[in-house]
């Protein structure tokens, strides 16, 4: 299970939905707390004969100013999450808005009380004495809501990462789930052993043995994808590799498949199985309903602190019924659904009709470098040892093909 904190972007904020209720709530407090302070001293001094509205609005008056506030509180207690430092300059920054926010309350408590005079008729204040009544208050209450509501924010922020990352895990079995029903899925298995068989009567038995091999390579490599939610496009690359390469057995030489990632893009993170189901729609899509030969071309270039993935073909096109708002294919929506979990609207995808013919998708993510999953010494960070065929005790393919032979000529 991916790390909690490390898993959440720097800067990290409540989202709306909660930061709404966290609002509401905030009020809800101030007006609870008003009412029971001001009631309090009403009760105390019930011989004075004191205003009690004025006493509540007095009160109001301080403890609204902190829900007033809360919602800066509360965001600024939330972008702690995933901070790897927190040295003297961000203490000291807190304590200047604890400073500033502790006299912008002193200031504003003391201006309503020597407005509202809630202490009359036993005493009457000038606002510099209403300023001096308030600042002892303040000074006791503002580290204490100060320090409360960045810990909210925080403890808010910490749990939304927390349920983040659980439907991210949801969807990445789902993904996989998906990725393995591509290539088991019967049309295709059956297309593939038919090709295969094709090319053992055609006497071509080592395209035919490398067609089985690539296809076992690519049913065992989807089941032990990372856990992770993201991967090293160079990762990505390499499993789409051989997805396509056992699609070019189907389809021959009516299938071309270009590759062009620049070398400064293929250490960055893109999300598990992002290109696998979108180069299947542009084979299905494009090779599947022409008898041409089509070209699939997948470029990634980082821009600036973007990265930019294309996959571009020149086959007939977007259907006439497409919609991008509401695409009907589960791999484009699962792709679409697992951007915005991870990015929020810090991605996006783009399909577009080209005008030379074909379709263009485009995706922009965030640049970011991925995570090493695998130490020099060959375990990943599980600690487990990737093993070949040989090391896990399970027949190699050759040996079977060598054992099926001697069979064949006994």
């Known amino acids: 299970m991916p ?65 007033a506030i809360a919602p800066w509180l509360l965001a600024s207690g ?28 002193t200031a504003i408590l003391g201006v309503v009380f020597w407005w509202l005079q809630p202490y009359e008729p036993v005493t009457s204040d000038s606002l510099l004495e209403s300023l001096s009544r308030s600042v002892g208050f303040s000074l006791q209450l503002g580290p204490i809501a100060y320090g409360l509501l960045l810990a909210a924010g925080y403890g808010l922020a910490a749990r939304a990462a927390v349920r983040r990352n659980e439907r991210l895990e949801a969807e990445l079995t789902r993904a996989r789930l998906e990725a393995l ?23 071509q038995g080592d395209r035919a043995l490398t067609a089985l091999v690539g296809l076992s390579d690519l049913l065992r490599a989807t089941l032990d994808r990372s856990v992770q939610p993201t991967v090293a496009l160079a990762e990505e690359l390499a499993l789409l590799e051989r997805y396509v390469e056992l699609q070019k057995l189907r389809f021959g030489d009516r299938l071309a498949v270009h590759v062009d990632p620049a070398e400064e893009s293929l250490a960055h993170a893109v999300p598990v199985f992002l290109l696998q189901p979108l180069v299947e729609n542009a084979v299905r899509h494009g090779v599947g309903r022409t008898t041409r030969r089509v070209t699939v071309r997948i470029e990634a270039r980082t821009d600036g ?10 086959g007939p096109g977007l259907a006439p019924e497409f919609s991008e708002e509401r695409p009907t294919g589960v791999g484009l929506a699962n792709v679409r659904g697992r951007l915005q979990r991870l990015y929020g609207d810090g991605a996006s995808c783009r399909i577009r ?52 032979s001697r069979e064949a000529t006994a």
Do not use: C
Request: charged content about 20%; proline content about 3%; glycine content about 12%.
């Open 3 to 67: 790390d909690r904190e490390s898993s959440a972007a720097a800067g990290t904020v409540i989202p709306w939905g909660v930061s709404r209720v966290a609002i509401v709530m905030s009020w809800m407090v101030a007006l609870i707390l008003s009412v029971v302070v001001a009631g309090q001293i009403y009760v105390a001094m019930i011989d004075h004969g004191h205003d009690a509205w004025r006493l509540w609005l007095w009160q109001l008056a301080g403890w609204g100013f902190w829900a």
């Open 78 to 105: 939330g972008r702690l999450l995933g901070r790897e430092s927190r040295g003297r300059g961000w203490v000291a920054g807190q304590l200047a808005a604890l400073v500033a926010t502790t006299g912008a309350h």
């Open 181 to 203: 029903r591509l290539e088991i899925q019967p049309h295709f298995l059956f297309n593939s052993l038919h090709s295969v068989a094709a090319l053992i009567r055609r006497g």
């Open 305 to 314: 602190e973007r990265l930019v993935l294309r996959i571009l073909d020149d």
């Open 353 to 404: 009709g080209r005008r030379t013919g074909g379709v263009e998708v485009r995706i922009a993510l965030p640049a970011q470098r991925a995570p090493s999953g695998i130490d020099e010494t060959g375990s990943d960070e599980t600690g487990s040892e990737k093993r070949g065929p040989a090391e896990t005790g399970e027949p190699s393919v050759d040996a079977a093909v060598d054992d099926r």
